[in-house]
Nanobody
Framework: QVQLVESGGGLVQAGGSLRLSCAAP????????MGWFRQAPGEEREGVAA????????VYADSVKGRFTISRDNAKNTVYLQMNSLKPEDTAVYYC????????????????WGQGTQVTVSS
C-alpha cells in the first residue's frame, strides 16, 4: 500500500502564495509519475500538474499555467506544488497522486492517492 501524505495547505488572500508538499515514504519514488489534483465542493476532481520521474517532463492545466510549479526531490521522496498569484477559484482540497508510467492529468491514470489538504483563497 502506497502512502502519500500532503501538507502545506491553509488560508491565504488572493494574490498570495502557498507551497504544498507530498511525501511518499516507502515508494520507489523515481519510478513514478507524480500528480497534483484538486476538488472543489460539487466539482469533479481535476488534474492541476504532473511530473514524470526525472522532473524534466511536466504538464499543467491551462488554469494554472504560469502560476503553479510542480517540482520533485527524488532523494527525499517528495513532490511539491508552488502556487503563486492565487485566486479564489483555486480554493479546493488538493491531492497528490502516484502513477506508473505516462505523464497525465487524468485522475483515472493514478492508482495511489493522499488524503488531501485544504487550500482556501479569500478575496
Amino acid at each position: 500500500q502506497v502512502q502519500l501524505v500532503e501538507s502545506g495547505g491553509g488560508l491565504v488572500q488572493a494574490g498570495g502564495s502557498l507551497r504544498l508538499s507530498c511525501a511518499a515514504p516507502g515508494l520507489t519514488f523515481s519510478q513514478y509519475t507524480m500528480g497534483w489534483f484538486r476538488q472543489a465542493p460539487g466539482e469533479e476532481r481535476e488534474g492541476v500538474a504532473a511530473s514524470m520521474w526525472s522532473g524534466a517532463n511536466t504538464v499543467y492545466a491551462d488554469s494554472v499555467k504560469g502560476r503553479f510549479t510542480i517540482s520533485r526531490d527524488n532523494a527525499k521522496n517528495t513532490v511539491y506544488l508552488q502556487m503563486n498569484s492565487l485566486k479564489p477559484e483555486d480554493t479546493a482540497v488538493y491531492y497528490c497522486a502516484a502513477a506508473r508510467g505516462l505523464l497525465s492529468l487524468s485522475r483515472f491514470a493514478y492508482k495511489s492517492w493522499g488524503q488531501g489538504t485544504q487550500v482556501t483563497v479569500s478575496s
